[in-house]
Every structure is written in C-alpha cells, then in structure tokens.
Nanobody, 124 residues
Framework: VQLQAYGGGLVQAGGSLRLSCAVSGRTFSTNIMGWFRQAPGKEREFVAGMRWDGLTTIYADSVKGRFTISRDNSKKTVYLQMNSLKPEDTAVYYC??????????????????WGQGTQVTVSS
C-alpha cells in the first residue's frame, strides 16, 4: 500500500486548505483512513479518521467544527478540508491507513501504512 499526501502550503490564519491522500497498491487492506499531524518538538497526534464506507468519522477535539474528512472511493483518495485555520494548526500532516474494519482508532500505533507528510504553515 502506498499513500501520497499533498496539498499543504502556507496560509494566513482564518484561511483554508484542502489536503489530499491518494491510495494505491493493495487498497483492500486500507479499511480505515486517518489524518495525523506533527508539530516541531511534539508527538504525532490524531486529527481525523473515517471508514471508507463513510459510516464512521471521528475528529480530535481541537479541530471539530473546522476540519472535515471525506473520501472519493472512485479515485481512492481521502481529503481533509481545513477551515478557519489557526497558527497552532501548523504541522506536517500525514495520512495513514489501518487494515482493521472497526473501530476508527485515534492511536498512531493502530495504523499500518503511512504517507510521506505534507507541510501546513499557518501565519498569524
């Protein structure tokens, strides 16, 4: 399984970005998709996760109401729409895949496949 994340960049506070994660390879092994982020000097943290069938989505409290995870099954792509961005959202964002069917986990250790990360910088 290969995950390719892109769409990061520099944006002013209050702005928006949409990240994409293209999935290729043994895609039937990727039942749950997640977005994580890691700021300098901090541990990697969960942002959002969902099942490919869309029945379950979960968010970190820090992004609820501002970020939305979605997917396009035909394109095997998962998105993270980020609105009302804040400087504290600055981090490298990673997409990840979990072979489990349920539940949607927020734990880094539960995800087997990882993309390379894309930098998001929010200026104040």
């Amino acid at each position: 399984v290969q995950l390719q994340a892109y769409g990061g960049g520099l944006v002013q506070a209050g702005g928006s970005l949409r990240l994409s994660c293209a999935v290729s390879g043994r895609t039937f092994s990727t039942n749950i998709m997640g977005w994580f982020r890691q700021a300098p000097g901090k541990e990697r943290e969960f942002v959002a996760g969902m099942r490919w069938d869309g029945l379950t989505t979960i968010y970190a409290d820090s992004v609820k109401g501002r970020f939305t995870i979605s997917r396009d099954n035909s394109k095997k792509t998962v998105y993270l729409q980020m609105n009302s961005l804040k400087p504290e959202d600055t981090a490298v964002y990673y997409c990840a895949a979990d072979r489990a069917y349920y539940p949607v986990s927020s734990a880094v250790s539960d995800y087997e496949y990882w993309g390379q990360g894309t930098q998001v910088t929010v200026s104040s």
